[in-house]
């Protein structure tokens, strides 16, 4: 590891202009290629106490051995330069994108005698205009079809050519129609060029036109009663509307342009591009790559273009380009795409319209993409092997933590204070085997103390079912909650649909269908809690307060990504393209996830709680029937047991019950002013009395007055 002031330029010698510089190992071989506005500026701020730095650039520049620049006129020379040195040397520590797929093209070889229309896959050829990119190369192939009635072009390969004029008899196509036979001389190369340049041109999004010849044609022949003729040029007419309603029109105004969507997290960010010709997607693609230096959304759009238009000209470059975000600066960038394109294209973020409207359509599909990589990643056997190993090297375990538990903390301003505890098994989620907590040990915002709490109720369990059966048991997906001053445990689903009290209905809860206790597979070997220092130091002192000192303890702090261990100074920082690090994020992204999904259930359910919710037996339909007869529950309140007889479905008994609920809810009484006797909070009344004066308990037995207090 080189230390960075080994190799930095004396004070003075970087120029104070715009150029591209290049940082190279120790073996001179280039891992990381940058520009800048101002080389001086720039290159001082990698020079910096290393503390300062974030951890993928530190890592990058004590790496490198030394630096070099090359200064340039203008920064869009830079823009240039920088691409292609990207390009050359492919850099390390440089945002590369990479296709998750390869995607197929529409091409039309225009620099042959005869032009062909085929699919292409692949890096692009000089003289070949391309069209695209598909999801599918069927879908191209169906286009093809339709568009050959009109646009006989060639679409053999050179050999079956080659055959088709050395014997004299054209192909299959050839005989039907869908090629206007070039092989056999039926049209000349001259003809056949301009066959190919109306289809490119169709392709392009310039259809209008070309529609509003053949109807114009088609009305002729009808008129001079070529009737056959005419009805060749309706068919053909209809071809191509079919071919055009196979992308819909998205935007009005015929506008051509490429809409670009970033989704990102801390580690891989996945990149969408929508290509608009004409008003309809003419194709879409997509890249995804790792975040291996530290970049905002606007350098990942910037990285984008250049990897899109780098090798572009002309008309591939469209007139608009919209994006989620603008490089910093956004003029040089602007200036190099109306260079590549020869006339001004515009670079900007879509506010409002149809416009807006599509890019969120594209931004969903980047959010997918990300999250399928992610997906497909995770599933890899060998990569997920990986992942475990270089978390037990990392944190010094004695083996792989083939079971990980995850905690973490979630409230809204100390209110509704809850955690979440996933499970990971063979680097797999086990949703099975989730729980919730609500912490109750205290009141307010102390995330070190809830992380406390949870921890210790999570193995004091583990702690009395081993005692108690010798092995490890629970009930799958259950929430945990504290115990009651009786010994009480109450455990609710995960979906927290029901619930099971007592220890009767527990212990039953927690066997499977032949009566045995229900197990985990083991005991996790590895804790991991959302935060830094002051969590890990909560979540090993829980653990060591219960004698339990062979599950390893580490925490997952999100700013940094560092991984903090019990007991030291600084943090574990795993290799930025670690698997062990992904993992990490996962699992504790997914304890987030969790946590805060119950949270806002919660919340929901506290906010949408009312009286009527204690009254036994009473149903929403029954609910909402007495609000809507009443107005309000301020107004039921101070109804009489007659007047609530009245709402359909409410009988003597349950209009009893309802008013006895609602009077042991009732509010305080009002507060008076005792100068003046004025009531100075009138907003709820004395809900003790009905409308007419009478008690909400008159006309209740004697037996049941007793029971109001």
């Known amino acids: 590891m080189a230390d960075p002031s080994s190799y930095r330029p004396r004070p003075g010698e970087i120029p104070d202009s715009p150029g591209v510089y290049r940082f190279r190992d120790e073996?001179?071989?280039?891992?990381?290629?940058?520009?800048?506005?101002?080389?001086?500026?720039?290159?001082?701020?990698?020079?910096?106490d290393l503390a300062n730095l974030h951890p993928r650039t530190r890592t990058m520049v004590t790496t490198a051995a030394s630096v070099e620049w090359t200064v340039v006129s203008t920064e869009v020379e830079a823009l240039q330069l920088e691409y292609s040195w990207i390009k050359e040397y492919d850099p390390r520590f440089n945002v590369k994108y990479r296709d998750d797929k390869s995607y197929p093209y529409l091409a039309v070889t225009m620099n042959e005698e005869f032009p062909r229309v085929q699919v292409m896959r692949g890096h692009k050829k000089k003289g070949v205009r391309y069209f695209g990119p598909?999801?599918?190369?069927?879908?191209?192939?169906?286009?093809?079809?339709?568009?050959?009635?009109?646009?006989?072009?060639?679409?053999?390969?050179?050999?079956?050519?080659?055959?088709?004029?050395?014997?004299?008899?054209?192909?299959?196509?050839?005989?039907?129609?869908?090629?206007?036979?070039?092989?056999?001389?039926?049209?000349?190369?001259?003809?056949?060029?301009?066959?190919?340049?109306?289809?490119?041109?169709?392709?392009?999004?310039?259809?209008?036109?070309?529609?509003?010849?053949?109807?114009?044609?088609?009305?002729?022949?009808?008129?001079?009663?070529?009737?056959?003729?005419?009805?060749?040029?309706?068919?053909?007419?209809?071809?191509?509307k079919k071919a055009m309603e196979k992308n819909a029109v998205v935007l009005a105004d015929a506008t051509d342009a490429d809409l670009i969507a970033v989704a990102e997290d801390e580690l891989e960010a996945?990149?969408?591009?929508?290509?608009?010709?004409?008003?309809?997607?003419?194709?879409?693609?997509?890249?995804?790559?790792?975040?291996?230096?530290?970049?905002?959304?606007?350098?990942?759009?910037?990285?984008?273009?250049?990897?899109?238009?780098?090798?572009?000209?002309?008309?591939?470059?469209?007139?608009?380009?919209?994006?989620?975000?603008?490089?910093?600066?956004?003029?040089?960038?602007?200036?190099?795409?109306?260079?590549?394109?020869?006339?001004?294209?515009?670079?900007?973020?879509?506010?409002?319209?149809?416009?807006?409207?599509?890019?969120?359509?594209?931004?969903?599909?980047?959010?997918?993409?990300?999250?399928?990589?992610?997906?497909?990643?995770?599933?890899?056997?060998?990569?997920?092997?990986?992942?475990?190993?270089?978390?037990?090297?990392?944190?010094?375990?004695?083996?792989?933590?083939?079971?990980i538990e995850c905690y973490d903390i979630s409230h809204l301003q100390g209110d509704d204070v809850v955690a979440s505890m996933v499970v990971f098994e063979d680097g797999l989620q086990r949703k099975s085997e989730y729980r919730r907590f609500q912490i109750k040990g205290f009141a307010g915002q102390d995330d070190v103390r809830s992380m406390h709490e949870v921890i210790t109720r999570r193995f004091k369990r583990y702690l009395a079912e081993k005692e108690k059966t010798g092995e490890w048991t629970d009930g799958a997906g259950a929430e945990e909650a504290p115990t009651d001053g009786e010994g009480t445990l109450t455990l609710t689903d995960g979906d927290g649909d029901s619930t099971l009290t007592g220890t009767e209905e527990i212990t039953n809860s927690l066997k499977d269908d032949e009566g045995r206790p229900k197990k985990f597979a083991y005991p996790p070997q590895l804790v991991v809690v959302d935060g830094g220092q002051p969590?890990?130091?909560?979540?090993?002192?829980?653990?060591?307060?219960?004698?339990?000192?062979?599950?390893?303890?580490?925490?997952?702090?999100?700013?940094?990504?560092?991984?903090?261990?019990?007991?030291?100074?600084?943090?574990?920082?795993?290799?930025r393209t670690s698997e062990g690090l992904y993992l990490l994020q996962r699992v504790r992204d997914e304890a987030h996830r969790f946590a805060i999904t119950y949270q806002r259930t919660k919340r929901a359910k506290r906010f949408r709680s009312s009286p009527l919710d204690d009254v036994p037996g009473l149903g929403e339909t029954r609910k909402q029937a007495l609000i809507k007869h009443f107005g309000s529950v301020k107004k039921l309140r101070s109804a009489t047991i007659e007047q609530i007889q009245e709402v359909p479905g409410i009988g003597r008994k349950t209009a009893e019950t309802i008013a006895v609920a609602l009077a042991r809810s009732a509010p305080a009484a009002p507060a008076v002013n005792t100068a003046t006797g004025e009531i100075i909070d009138d907003e709820e009344p004395d809900t003790t009395a009905g409308s007419s004066g009478e008690p909400v308990t008159a006309g209740l037995p004697d037996e049941r007055r007793g029971q109001e207090t």
């Open 27 to 48: 073996h001179r071989r280039v891992i990381y290629v940058g520009k800048a506005k101002s080389l001086r500026q720039r290159l001082a701020n990698y020079f910096q």
């Open 134 to 240: 598909y999801a599918h190369a069927w879908a191209i192939r169906d286009t093809v079809d339709l568009l050959l009635r009109v646009f006989p072009v060639r679409t053999c390969s050179a050999g079956v050519f080659k055959n088709a004029s050395r014997t004299g008899r054209p192909c299959l196509l050839g005989y039907i129609g869908k090629c206007a036979a070039p092989c056999v001389g039926r049209i000349t190369p001259d003809e056949h060029g301009e066959l190919a340049d109306e289809f490119c041109d169709f392709m392009a999004g310039r259809t209008g036109t070309y529609l509003r010849r053949l109807e114009k044609q088609m009305m002729e022949a009808a008129e001079e009663m070529e009737y056959e003729r005419a009805a060749r040029l309706r068919d053909d007419i209809g071809a191509l």
């Open 270 to 403: 996945a990149v969408q591009i929508f290509h608009v010709r004409g008003g309809r997607v003419r194709g879409q693609r997509g890249w995804v790559t790792d975040k291996v230096e530290e970049v905002t959304t606007g350098a990942l759009v910037e990285h984008a273009l250049q990897q899109l238009y780098g090798e572009e000209s002309g008309d591939a470059v469209p007139k608009e380009v919209l994006v989620p975000a603008l490089p910093e600066p956004v003029e040089p960038v602007q200036d190099w795409l109306t260079g590549r394109r020869g006339s001004n294209v515009s670079l900007r973020i879509p506010q409002r319209g149809d416009k807006k409207a599509l890019m969120e359509t594209v931004q969903r599909n980047a959010q997918q993409a990300l999250a399928l990589h992610k997906t497909k990643r995770a599933s890899d056997l060998t990569t997920r092997s990986r992942a475990l190993e270089e978390i037990a090297d990392a944190l010094d375990l004695d083996s792989a933590p083939l079971r």
């Open 535 to 575: 969590q890990v130091a909560a979540a090993r002192r829980a653990l060591d307060e219960l004698g339990i000192d062979d599950i390893a303890v580490c925490g997952l702090a999100k700013r940094l990504e560092e991984v903090w261990v019990p007991g030291e100074d600084d943090p574990v920082v795993l290799p």
